[in-house]
């Protein structure tokens, strides 16, 4: 069984990834555009990083990243955190409209 700790950690983890994210033409994953140092991302982060780990369904996409702030005008962001799906977006951080996203 892992731990609360080692799942905290685990999500921080992902949450600090500044990693350069390629976006497949084809991408079938919803597309989570975040910032680590923003504060409304940090409330959804544990719980889109268990979705993720539960479908394995998301792509995270830190745009702290400088080579990764070519998807803000690619995807119209205006905010973060914002999600992108095949079907819809949504920015913001109900969590009962991100699931409604992402099913």
Do not use: H, W
Not at 49 to 61: G, H, P, R, S, T
Not at 95 to 102: N, S, V
């Amino acid at each position: 069984m892992v731990s609360t700790i080692q799942t905290n950690q685990a999500i921080q983890r992902q949450e600090l990834d500044r990693s350069v994210v390629t976006i497949a033409t084809n991408e079938e994953r919803a597309l989570v555009f975040y910032k680590d140092d923003c504060s409304d991302c940090q409330k959804i982060f544990p719980e889109l990083y268990k979705e993720n780990l539960a479908n394995d369904n998301l792509l995270f996409i830190n745009l702290n990243q400088p080579k990764n702030k070519g998807y803000i005008a690619k995807y119209q962001l205006e905010t973060v955190p914002t999600i992108v799906t095949p079907k819809g977006r949504y920015a913001g951080t109900d969590t009962e409209k991100i699931q409604q996203l992402l099913e």
